[in-house]
């Protein structure tokens, strides 16, 4: 059985910086694409980072130049590094994993989900 688990959230001043775990076990993480989903309260989820096996990467616009996505292996785990936070980056951050891709590939039924970690920005 596949299992996410994120952690890392947490309360932060405007500016600060936050890392972002999720552990992937009863897999690794070489899925064909994995991603980090965030939804603030009264807003849809919205993607955020997402990264191929390939190594590949891509970025909301929201957030390009303040946050990476990255994986290790050895540790089967997903990043995702926030920089120069800021108060609209607040919401529950999800992990996300798919063998398969595709458009729109977090809609896939064979899409695992992690339960979310919390981060607040204060201003």
């Known amino acids: 059985q596949v299992q996410l688990v994120e952690s890392g959230g947490g309360s932060v001043e405007a500016g600060g910086t936050l890392r972002l775990s999720c552990v992937v076990s009863g897999h690794s993480v070489d899925f064909y694409v994995m991603g980090w989903f965030r939804q603030a309260p009264g807003k849809e989820r919205e993607g955020v980072a997402f990264?191929?096996?390939?190594?590949?990467?891509s970025y909301a616009d929201s957030v390009k130049g303040r946050f990476t996505i990255s994986k290790e292996d050895n540790r089967n785990t997903l990043y995702l590094q926030l920089m120069d936070l800021r108060p609209e980056d607040t919401a529950m951050y999800y992990c996300a994993a798919d063998e398969w891709g595709g458009g729109g590939w977090w809609s896939n039924p064979s899409v695992h989900w992690g339960q979310g970690t919390q981060v607040t920005v204060s201003s």
């Open positions: 990264i191929d096996s390939g190594g590949d990467t």
